[in-house]
């Protein structure tokens, strides 16, 4: 898991497949938690890439789900640069659910 989210906050697609063919792993099977970890880590470039890049996407549960977590970041945030950071982060996933 580790490992794919790596290539996932890389940005590195062609990474991301050679991982997942040589494991014969099931990236929707990871997406989710992919997407879970990059909005603990307050990674706008994971979730876009998650977003925009990989197929098939999180599944709109696992998207709600990151859309919650998101949400209660934000209510603890204090400084202007976290806050701009999950507000692009609820905005992509907000988008994903419309």
């Known amino acids: 898991m580790k490992t794919l989210y790596n290539a996932v906050a890389g940005g590195s697609k062609d990474i991301l497949q050679l991982l997942l063919t040589h494991g014969r792993l099931e990236w929707k099977e990871y997406n989710g938690d992919c997407l879970k970890m990059a909005v603990e880590k307050m990674n706008r470039k994971a979730v876009d890439f998650l977003l ?23 209510a603890k945030l204090k400084t202007a640069l976290h806050l701009r950071r999950v507000r692009h982060i609820i905005n992509q996933l907000e988008a994903v659910l419309k």
């Open 52 to 74: 925009r890049k990989t197929d098939p996407l999180p599944s709109i549960d696992e998207v709600n789900t990151a859309l919650h977590l998101a949400k209660e970041t934000q």
